[in-house]
């Protein structure tokens, strides 16, 4: 256990549903990522946050993909109108400072879209 | 060409052998990573450098930064080290490029 927290862990969605995953990071660690894994594949950056402030988002974010991170500690992450293709591990990182540091990563949570 | 390389993509191994897992990157990077994920998803950071050698109990990292070349070492293998080891390199914002892993098996 790293220390950091995915929830849920697994989620089953129909195609054109709505999905919100919450993430909570190291208790102390200003750096929030989020990254997506696809089956036999490394993990890929989707965006991440210095506090409460979104820094940087990748372009495999699309406009149906919002992240959000209000106090500057726990983060969400949705999708609206899924598609099969948005199934992935969608991984959590969190990391003390800024950007420098060992980023520690949480369980991840598994979507299956049908 | 992917901007991180790994190789091997699989790789079998006796118990006891010696493994090497080789990273190579087209981009400069303020640090390199490996990372261990065991099936089911979780990701273990296993080292962090930015220049010369690191060692943990039975793991060796090394990084050669003029030639963008790190490799990871692995001592008298267990079957408990069978896991996809992941090579990542941080960018200087923070956010890391990943490899697409080695599945390492380690045969009794």
């Known amino acids: 256990d790293t220390g950091v927290s995915q929830d849920p862990r697994h989620k089953i969605t129909k195609r054109g549903q709505n999905v919100t995953f919450r993430c909570d990071p190291i208790?102390?660690?200003?750096?929030l990522y989020w990254y997506r894994q696809t089956l036999g594949q490394g993990p890929e950056f989707l965006t991440y946050?210095?506090?409460?402030?979104?820094?940087?988002k990748s372009r495999l974010l699309s406009d149906r993909f919002s992240a959000e991170r209000p106090k500057g500690s726990f983060s969400t992450l949705e999708i609206q109108r899924t598609e099969q293709g948005d199934s992935a591990m969608y991984l959590c990182a969190s990391s003390i400072g800024t950007g420098g540091d060992e980023q520690y990563f949480g369980p991840g949570t598994r979507l299956t879209v049908t | 060409k992917n901007e991180v390389e790994q190789s091997p993509q699989n790789l079998t191994a006796q118990e006891g052998e010696f493994i090497t897992i080789n990273c190579s990157y087209s981009?400069?990077?303020?640090?390199l990573h490996w990372l261990q994920q065991h099936p089911g998803g979780g990701i273990v950071s296993l080292f962090m450098l930015s220049s010369g050698k690191k060692k943990h109990g039975r793991l060796i990292a090394t990084i050669n930064i003029q030639e963008k070349h790190s490799s990871l070492h692995i001592t008298a293998s267990h079957p408990r080290d069978s896991a996809v080891y992941i090579c990542a390199v941080r960018r200087s914002q923070g956010n890391l490029i990943f490899g697409k892993g080695t599945k390492l098996s380690v045969k009794p």
């Open positions: 208790s102390e660690h200003n750096r």
């Open positions: 981009v400069g990077i303020s640090a």
């Open positions: 946050f210095q506090n409460e402030a979104q820094l940087e």
